[in-house]
């Protein structure tokens, strides 16, 4: 059937019998004319045109039985066409949530580690012997947060941590989280990545230079404090309604004391670094410093490169 033919009522039935009525009307008119001497032949032929009158109305209750089938076979594929318009919608709904979960998630944890959890893991703790890790502090941001409005004090947080991320992507790091004015980063993980060091002091020079010229951060007249360490971590997914990412290890304290015990507007390198980066860097020495639990380091200040 064609579409267009839905919406066209089935014809009557008893217009479609309409000559055999006409020829059964004519028929009783005959028999009404006959003698008595044809009574009989006449009997028995008006049995016939009765028994020929019910075959006619029992056709037109079958045809009209059929119309209405019919009638109701195209509201039910109305009706399924309807329900699978609906389930088309709440299945791209459902995607579209998917989407946004999964977009959620990969905002809080490493790509590979986000498709281990969907793959139904639920302990997540490697070990990596050769990483590099990165800390860097905003200089003077508590005497910052008593001048301004709460409203723009997140605001301005926001410009430079979504500016430290952009610098993060471009150098394929990986963002482990954010503690007050703090950022930390971490290079060759999840993924093994052979150039770690190269690729986290590039950042901190690239934070250092583009913080100068970030405007909201200008007219605030920041500063940052950066620390770097390279060694072994133990890295893992912590939580079940709240996953968090995070590492663990001597690696990850000695580096957040390279941060803290560093100097405003530089970048801090262990000794360890500092081997893995000098063919390719410049630094300037810096004398011992005692740095807590690790007793005299000598550490160096990455100023740029060769």
Known sequence: ??????????????????????????????????GKEK???????QSLVKEYKSLLQHAVKMTNISDMIQRKLIRSSEALEESNAKLMAAY?????????????????????????LKKGETIIADR?????????DIVGFTAISSQISAEALVRLLGDVFTFFDDLCDRNGLEKIKTIGDN???????????????????????????????????KRMNLTVRIGIHTGAVVA????????????????????????????AGKVQVSETTYKLLESKYLFGA?????????????????????
């Open 1 to 34: 059937m064609h579409a267009d033919d839905r919406s066209k009522p089935i014809a009557d039935a008893a217009e479609v019998f309409k000559a055999e009525f006409e020829i059964a009307a004519k028929a009783e008119q005959l028999i009404a004319a006959g």
């Open 39 to 45: 009574l009989l032949m006449l009997l028995e032929y």
């Open 92 to 116: 791209a709904q459902l995607q579209e949530a998917q989407e946004k979960s999964n977009h959620l998630l990969l905002n809080i944890l490493p790509e590979a580690i986000a498709e281990r």
């Open 128 to 136: 990596f012997e050769n990483v590099t890790v990165l800390f860097a």
């Open 183 to 217: 950022y930390m980063v971490v290079g060759g993980l999840p993924e093994a990545k052979a150039d770690h060091a190269e690729s986290v002091a590039e950042m901190s020079l690239e934070m250092l230079s583009g913080l100068a010229e970030l405007e909201s951060a």
């Open 236 to 263: 893992g997914v912590i939580g079940r309604k709240k996953f968090v990412y995070d590492l663990w290890g001597d690696t990850v304290n000695t580096a957040s004391r390279m941060e803290s015990q560093g100097v």
């Open 286 to 306: 810096r004398s011992s410093v005692s740095v807590k639990g690790k007793g005299e380091m000598h550490t160096y200040f990455l100023t740029g490169r060769k």
